[in-house]
């Protein structure tokens, strides 16, 4: 995941280095809140500075402008899920266990990380490039995801869905998780993980799960 | 559904309500479709009328706000929604069957009509009381969907999955595919309503399904 490197990294200590990375993340799990209530458009940098009681010019020393907090939401949340895919990719899971690890960690990212919100937020708003770079990484992300799928279908511990089809399914579902996802509601990112693993697994799958 | 009279029906001919409901039908989709492009605050009534080649004047004549028309897109598909979860709750279909009709039912509405996008607009943008109604509807559905699953849940036709969270599952993957539906795509309304039904089912039932 080191190809993006953050050259202002290189300039200030690592106690500093810290405790940017920490303010940065904060920023970002504010914006995506203020974005999810009141849109991308609707939200302006003021709004986002004065929820966390910052000025507008120290929010310019962490992001240079909206586009790039917008840009970095989603840069933040795909390469969690891109560094779960290639562990699980790299394991001896069968696939069944693989799409289970990948449903769970994907629930735990919409609910727990950014308010549930990074990967709802629109891509229209980025420009060209940065828009290029985020739909690279989710399509990198989704290929993986539905080549697990195939090699489930191949291996015939699945039945042989239209892999890309399922694979929209599974995703749409815990995507649409931010919408409705309440951290004040009776459900745990651990409950709705597990029921939605098993909801889709029995989808997918021949025969019985091994444990119900 | 006759609870939502429209005043202005009163005062016009036959041909001319008929006119009236096209043409509105039509600046609901082209409304719906800029607001997905550039997001609900992104978008003016000026462009909504210049992709229509209509003045804004002449919007007016149909719509009094761009709130109005947000209104409208979410009552046009929960009304269709609604309407064809009576029918399915009036029937005698076995619970698995009222499952699948809806879930087609749902994914050619987020397909074919509003161009896949009402459902997934923005209501914090609606005003509390409409808004209001909106979530009053949506919440309808929703109920009448989750009490299909536990009527399964009960004749042991499905698995005792939490109703509520399996409900969302379904329901979040439906919504979902306005983000990545496209027409000129390789799969038809048919093909996605028929793959989404299916892995659902195998999802929620105890046995394989009659017909694969």
New interface residues.
């Given amino acids: 995941m080191g190809q993006n490197p953050n050259l202002w990294l290189d300039t200030l200590s690592p106690r500093l280095v810290a405790k940017r990375i920490v303010k940065r993340q904060e920023i970002l799990r504010s914006a995506a809140a203020a974005f999810r209530?009141?849109?991308?458009?609707?939200t302006t940098l003021e709004d986002i500075s004065a929820c966390l009681g910052m000025t507008k010019a120290s929010l310019y020393y962490y992001f240079q402008s909206k586009e790039q907090i917008l840009y970095e939401c989603h840069r933040f949340s795909l390469e969690m899920l891109l560094d779960r895919l290639s562990q699980v990719q790299n394991s001896q899971m069968a696939p069944g266990e693989k799409i289970r690890a990948l449903v769970k960690h994907h629930v735990n990212i919409m609910i727990d990380e950014l308010q549930a919100s990074a990967m709802i937020l629109?891509i229209?708003?980025l420009s060209p490039a940065l828009r290029a770079e985020v739909i690279g990484r989710r399509d990198e992300y989704e290929r993986g995801f539905r080549d697990i799928l195939a090699e489930g279908v191949e291996s015939e511990e699945f039945?042989g869905?239209?892999t890309?089809?399922?694979s929209?399914?599974?995703?749409?579902?815990?995507?649409?998780?931010a919408?409705?996802f309440s951290p004040a509601g009776p459900?745990s990112a651990e409950?709705?993980g597990e029921?939605?693993a098993?909801?889709?697994?029995?989808?997918?799958r021949r025969e019985e799960p091994p444990q119900?």
């Avoid at 929209?168 to 998780?177: D, P, R, V, Y």
């Avoid at 098993?198 to 997918?204: A, D, E, I």
């Fill in positions: 209530r009141t849109g991308y458009h609707g629109e229209e708003a039945r869905h239209q890309k089809l399922a929209f399914a599974i995703l749409g579902a815990i995507n649409w998780i919408r409705w459900a409950e709705v029921t939605f098993r909801v889709f697994l029995q989808g997918l119900g």
